[in-house]
């Protein structure tokens, strides 16, 4: 059965198979936890994943993001890899700092318009969505995460919103 857990900042999607957990440190920073067999719960080894320094005194501004495995990954602001997204705003400037919004969960998956996508002929999934912003460009960031009934994948996708003039 697919499931989407949540507690304490932890989005756990799982179904009969597979596990997929992230987590929200210091309310900003969308870290990837596990990807894998399927977990009963989560426990201090999962969480542990990232040292300790990281879980307390997490500062954006004083820590190397590209230490911690980010489920979405941007770069500037301390990470100094390519991200997964780009985005320069009118002042020149290419740097991007996503930081937890929000999230949803409903049933069944989310069509893309026009693409070549997978699709829930059974009814039997649930989609997860969380909101990365960034102040300074208005810009939003939805991460779409969808867990099968019957398969061990997570579709994914992402949709950017303009939130500005």
Partial sequence: MAEILLAKE??????DRISYIM???????LMHLYFGKRLHEVRGNVLRRFSS???EAF???????DRLPQEYPTCGYGDL????????GQDGIDALALTYACYTVTDGKPALGGLPATYDATGRCKTLCVTLTDARLSLA???????????DAIA??????????
């Avoid at 932890?10 to 179904?15: A, K, V």
């Avoid at 987590?23 to 920073?29: F, K, L």
């Avoid at 500062?59 to 993001?65: A, K, M, P, Q, V």
């Fill in 59 to 65: 500062d954006r501004n004083e820590f190397r993001l």
């Fill in 10 to 15: 932890i989005f756990h999607l799982r179904n």
């Fill in 53 to 55: 320094v990281a879980e």
């Fill in 81 to 88: 890899r390519d991200g997964a997204l780009t985005v320069r």
């Fill in 23 to 29: 987590r929200v440190v210091n309310g900003e920073t």
């Fill in 141 to 151: 960031c939805d991460l779409y995460y969808t867990v099968f009934d019957d398969c």
């Fill in 156 to 165: 994914r996708h992402t949709v950017l919103r303009n939130m500005g003039a």
